[in-house]
Nanobody, 122 residues
């Protein structure tokens, strides 16, 4: 059974940092595209970042450039999203997901974690 366990969310002030973790079991993250998505209240789910270790693919949303970094630890089967200089507009439920390619469309991802809430106060 494939499981993705997202953690690391919390309540922070604007300008602070958080590191989200996605612990993976039941598959090898290096064999898939691993993405981080977020969904704010009343908005559609959007891709924040994605990494494909095997094919070297990467994606980073414009809103995240210069502030967020995605990485993968193969030995720990964990994918991270380091977020710095957080803004109130980053407030959302953050999900990790696994799929065949780093494409921004959520429907192309096959497995999803349960989400971790990030709230940024001004």
């Amino acid at each position: 059974e494939v499981q993705l366990q997202a953690s690391g969310g919390g309540l922070v002030q604007a300008g602070e940092s958080l590191r989200l973790s996605c612990a993976v079991s039941g598959l090898t993250p290096d064999d898939y595209a691993m993405g981080w998505f977020r969904q704010a209240a009343g908005k559609e789910r959007e891709m924040v970042s994605c990494i494909g270790v095997t094919d070297g693919s990467r994606y980073l949303a414009d809103s995240a450039k210069g502030r967020f970094t995605i990485s993968s630890d193969s030995a720990k089967k964990t994918v991270y999203l380091q977020m710095s200089s957080l803004k109130p507009e980053d407030t959302a439920l953050y999900y990790c997901a696994a799929g065949p390619q780093c494409r921004p469309d959520p429907v192309t991802f096959w497995w999803w974690g349960q989400g971790t809430q990030v709230t940024v106060s001004s």
